[in-house]
Structures are given as C-alpha cells and as structure tokens.
C-alpha cells in the first residue's frame, strides 16, 4: 500500500477541530482523495464519533486515553481506518486538552512509521476569543493551568490556525494575526471559517503538500499540565429519549441553556459541553463552548417518539459536581413526559498524562 498522509489537527476544547475535520475531509473527497477519521478521547460516546461517522465516512476512535498515553491505540486506529478507507489522507483530533504531541506523537510517528505516513505539519486551532484574551496575558476564563496548555499546543505548533473568523470583522482579524505573527514567529500562520469556508482551501494546500511535521519542541512542566488537566470534570454519556409529540429541537435547546445557566451561576467555566440527538438521518447537535451566550444549536429532528442523546461535557468543577448538574438538568428537561434510559455514563478527572514515548529531538522528516 502507498504512503498515507497524517494531518494531526490539535487545540483547546471548543476550538473547532471536529468541524474542521468534517469540512476538510468533504473537501479533499471533492478533489479525489480517499479520507479516514480519528478521534481520542479519555472515555467513549463521542459526540465527535457519531457526527464525523454519519454519510459513511471511515472513522477510528482512540477512547478511553489521549494518544500520547496510549500510542499503541493510536497505532491500531490509524491502521484500521487507513486499510479500512484504503486513505490518501487521514485526520486525526487529539484531545483538546492535550499538548507536548510534537514530542509524544509527531516525533514518535516519524522515527517508526515514516515507510507508512508522511506526516505534515501539526496544525494547533485557536478560538480567536479566547486566543485575544491568552495574548493579553489572561487566562482565557481558564484555570491558569489550563491556559498554561493553551500557550504550550501554541508553541509546538509547526501551523496555527485562527478559526472561527466569522466571527471577527477584517480590521479584528488583520489586528489579531499581526499579534499573533509576533507573538509565535516560528508558527505558520493560517485563517480559516469551516463555517463560511472561507481560507479552508489554503490551509488544505499546506498541509496536502507539506512533510514536516514536528518541527517545534518545548519544554513542558507535566505538574502544570496533569493540574490543568485535572481541573477539568468529564463527562461522557449516552442515552435512548422516549417521548410522544416532543419538540427535539426545543428539548436541546432547554437542556444546553439548564445546563449553560447552572454552569454560569456556579460560575464553572465550560471547556466544552456538546450534545448530539440522532433519529434515523435525522440529528441536531448542541454546544456550549463558554458561557451561556456561546450556545448553539443546529440540524432538526423532525417527529420522532425515541432520539439517541449523546452528551459530552468537560468543565471546570469536580467531576461529582458535573454529575450532579447534568442529572438534574436532563431529570428538568425530561420532565414528566420523556422517558431517558441510560445507556452509558462516565464522569472523572482526567489522570496524570503519562506518554508511551516522549522524544527529545526532531526526528528527520521523510519527504513525501
Ligand atoms: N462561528 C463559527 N463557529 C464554529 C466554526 N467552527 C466551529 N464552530 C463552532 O465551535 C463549536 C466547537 O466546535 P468543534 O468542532 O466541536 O470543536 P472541537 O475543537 O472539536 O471541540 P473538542 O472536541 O471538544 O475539543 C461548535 O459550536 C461549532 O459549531 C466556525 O468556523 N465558525
Ligand atoms: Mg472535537
């Protein structure tokens, strides 16, 4: 089999990674190339999974570790999607509470994969919101270890990639990248709305043709990043929503603001709370990327008496607190008239990172 391509899309929770990754791979479809998915994260029933895997795309998931700690899970993945797709090109989503992937996957993926892979550079997504507010030396509404991953998936970044530039008007995205080409000098820098898509195609040409990745090492206090990590509740779950004549989109909506409310008043600070309601073709998703005026809600779930809910949520309070709130919120919404059966529910804190491989130097890109 040809040499596949890896394009490892990092970032903070909330950045739109997964929105990228699905914007990208019908692009690059469109110009001819065979796409395989991978998404991570530290429990299963993914949001990210169900919404990459519908219209039949390939997608691996690596769930119950990041991908530095369980390398050899992502070894698995990227074989099994990428003889599965027979893929050009694969992408993958590391979780967006991970950093120092130069160190524990880039580098490791090209010492021992380069007659498979051909790696491109590692692109690291930034929310401009909270990426103006890290440059004016604050925390992002984050923990202070929390933002201190931030800052470091942006040092180690061979491409950085502002998204959501809908969002800002010319003259605050011009303004933005200018800071940003003095801040990280080293950093390729791209722009890009997987909304609009606009600036899509050009980061697409970058890492398309470029090979190599992992450029950049940092240094990396691990106390620093297991706290920032460990601040953080998680909570994964799946249930089946029975309910005659019930607006699902109203459901979503109901549920998201409980929840983005709760949050608020607890004054919690959301790294990301997403939802996917699924009936046959038919889905919406939900997502609350900060506070309560982040909120979205998109697709529509027509009539349906039973809806699949997959929730996802990483905030900061304990993971006791977070299971408390969710329960509550879903016991609100479901009221007397939706019936919600579990099907899966995980909550934690997320442990110590402890990487399979950690590399000190830059392994010698093999050109493709
Ligand atoms: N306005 C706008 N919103 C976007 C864009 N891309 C993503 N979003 C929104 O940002 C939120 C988070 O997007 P995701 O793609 O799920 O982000 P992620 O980085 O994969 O999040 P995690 O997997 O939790 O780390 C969602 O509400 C998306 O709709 C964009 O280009 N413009
Ligand atoms: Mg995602």
């Known amino acids: 089999m040809k040499t596949t391509r890896l394009i490892l899309v990092g ?15 019908q692009r690059l479809a469109d110009r001819g190339q065979r796409i395989g998915l991978i998404t991570n994260d530290q429990a299963p029933e993914l949001v990210d999974t169900a919404f990459l895997s519908r219209d039949h795309v390939a997608v691996a998931e690596v769930s119950g570790s990041c991908f530095c700690c369980n390398f050899q899970g992502l070894l698995d993945a990227l074989h099994t999607v990428r003889t599965a797709a027979q893929a050009d090109v694969l992408i993958a989503e590391p979780v967006g ?8 996957i880039v580098q490791p993926l090209k010492d021992r994969l380069s007659h498979e892979l051909v790696i491109a550079p590692l692109s690291v997504m930034a929310d401009p919101v909270r990426l103006a507010d890290i440059l004016d030396g604050g925390t992002a509404e984050l923990h202070p270890s929390a933002a201190y991953i931030f800052r470091k998936q942006l040092e180690e970044a061979d491409i ?25 000098p080293d950093a390729d ?20 043709t470029q090979s190599n990745g992992g450029q950049h090492l940092v240094e990396m206090d691990y106390d620093i990043y297991a706290e920032g990590e460990a601040v953080l509740g998680w909570l994964n779950a799946a249930f089946t929503l029975n309910g005659d004549m019930t607006d699902w989109n109203a459901f979503a909506e109901s549920l998201m603001t409980s929840l983005g409310q709760q949050f608020d008043s607890m004054g919690a600070s959301v790294g990301h709370v997403k939802i996917l309601m699924k009936s046959d073709d038919a889905f919406l998703i939900g997502n609350l990327t900060g506070k309560i005026d982040t909120l979205g809600i998109r697709g529509t779930i027509q009539t349906a008496s039973e809806v699949q809910l997959i929730l996802n949520a990483r905030v900061q309070m304990s993971p ?9 919120a879903l016991d609100s919404t479901c009221g007397e008239h939706i ?13 110590r990172p402890n990487p399979t491989h950690r590399y000190d130097h830059v392994v010698k890109s093999v050109e493709g």
Request: charged share 25%; net charge negative.
């Open 339 to 351: 019936l919600a059966t579990p099907k899966a529910w995980r909550c934690l804190s997320p442990g």
């Open 11 to 25: 970032g903070f929770l909330g950045a739109g990674k997964t929105t990228l990754l699905w914007e990208g791979a």
């Open 97 to 104: 509470s991970c950093t120092d992937l130069s160190a524990t």
């Open 160 to 184: 950085i990639v502002i998204s959501k530039t809908d969002q800002l008007t010319p003259s605050e995205l011009i303004a933005l990248k200018a800071r940003m080409a003095e801040a990280y």
């Open 320 to 328: 006791e607190a977070l299971e408390k709130v969710v329960r509550e």
């Open 189 to 208: 820098l791209f722009s890009l709305s997987a909304e609009t898509g606009e600036g899509l195609d050009e980061w697409l040409d970058a890492v398309t």
